[in-house]
């Protein structure tokens, strides 16, 4: 019985892990940035950069009645599931404990100034869409600190 039970809350254990390590896997923002009339694509924020949507696509299971995701889509999938039928009980999106996953193992104050970059990016970003030509530069070399910082930190 004692021997039954230990078993079952180690199985569930490591499958709470296995989803932590594979929520930790999940993709970086990707930074479209032009440079002297040519456009290049990197991982790493560059002054003027805006940022590209990366989300995978999501299978093609209508047309063969077979799945064909990926693992690392798959994956997504169940964690976004458990995220939702955890949210009653957290409140907080997939999204957010995607987020909370991923900063686990940093340490608190960089928790904290990562907290304070994700309340200063989206005012910075604004702030670059709403400037005049004059000033643009300005508000966008404060929005490349900011998010070469955020990297730096492992955000």
């Not at 304070?116 to 400037?131: C, F, H, K, Y």
């Not at 004059?134 to 070399?141: L, M």
Request: with cysteine.
């Amino acid at each position: 019985m004692i021997a039954q039970s230990l078993s079952r809350w180690i199985g569930r254990s490591a499958l709470v892990l296995g989803l932590i390590c594979s929520a930790q896997a999940m993709a970086q923002p990707v930074y479209r940035c032009e440079h002297q009339g040519k456009v290049q694509y990197s991982h790493e924020p560059c002054l003027g950069a805006t940022v590209v949507d990366t989300t995978p696509t999501q299978g093609m299971d209508k047309f063969t009645g077979v799945s064909k995701k990926s693992q690392e889509v798959r994956s997504e999938e169940l964690n976004r599931t458990i995220s939702n039928a955890l949210m009653p009980l957290t409140g907080r999106t997939p999204e957010e404990r995607a987020l909370q996953i991923r900063r686990y193992k940093l340490a608190p104050q960089v928790q904290r100034e990562c907290r304070l970059l994700d309340d200063q990016m989206p005012e910075q970003e604004e702030a670059v869409r709403r400037s005049a030509p004059g000033i643009k530069g300005e508000a966008e070399a404060k929005l490349f600190l900011s998010r070469s910082r955020y990297r730096n930190l492992g955000c």
